[in-house]
């Protein structure tokens, strides 16, 4: 598939997934991705770094994984852009509470700030837009998280979705890196064991 179906594909994706998120009530969406799968946490050892993101309005949230590692004593890193052209690094983050060591980066996202420690991950969670069930990942089209993963293999790389972003298939290119899993509402997809 050309990159255009991609693109076309990922405007369909993501009107899925709004529309998904929209229909949840406020009452289900706050009991969803708190607490990693006990597969999962068998699997990260305790010193652990832990990539996540701070996710935008329709993704899956990492911010209770964020708070659950943190208070389990794990140091945690999220994504950061010296600027736009700039390649993806982590940083340090240390306060999954309250945010106060970020700041809105390059894209308008949150970030750590510039002083904060450059990081490399061993578990990474990582963001997308579809999945498919053996870990193909399609994600917003930048290419950061493929371009990282590239020049630094964590242990585990797992991405966080909602049920209806899984597909049947997606288009590959060589540079798409594949997901060890995948997490949902409702269950792994992957190899965890």
Not at 56 to 62: H, Q, R
Not at 118 to 133: E, H, K, N, R, S
Not at 172 to 188: C, F, G, K, Q, S
Request: charge should be negative; proline fraction near 9%.
């Amino acid at each position: 598939m050309t990159d255009l179906s991609k693109d076309q594909l990922r405007r369909s994706l993501r009107a899925a997934r709004k529309a998904h998120v929209e229909a949840l009530p406020d009452s289900i969406r706050g009991l969803l991705f708190h607490r990693p799968p006990a597969p999962l946490l068998a699997r990260i050892g305790d010193e652990a770094v832990i990539g996540l993101y701070h996710a935008g309005p329709y993704e899956a949230p990492a911010g209770g994984y964020a708070r659950f590692f943190h208070d389990a004593g794990h140091s945690l890193a999220l994504p950061r852009f010296a600027a736009k052209g700039a390649p993806m690094a982590f940083a340090r983050h240390s306060d999954p509470y309250a945010d106060s060591d970020l700041e809105v980066g390059p894209f308008g996202m949150l970030q750590p700030a510039a002083e904060a420690e450059t990081v490399i991950p061993d578990v990474l969670f990582v963001p997308l837009v579809a999945f498919t069930a053996d870990g193909a990942r399609l994600g917003q089209g930048g290419g950061h998280y493929d371009r990282w993963l590239a020049e630094h293999r964590p242990a585990l790389t797992i991405g966080l979705a909602w049920d209806v972003q899984l597909c049947d298939a997606l288009p590959a290119e060589p540079h798409d890196a594949a997901l060890d899993a995948v997490i949902t509402p409702t269950r792994i997809y992957g190899h965890l064991n």
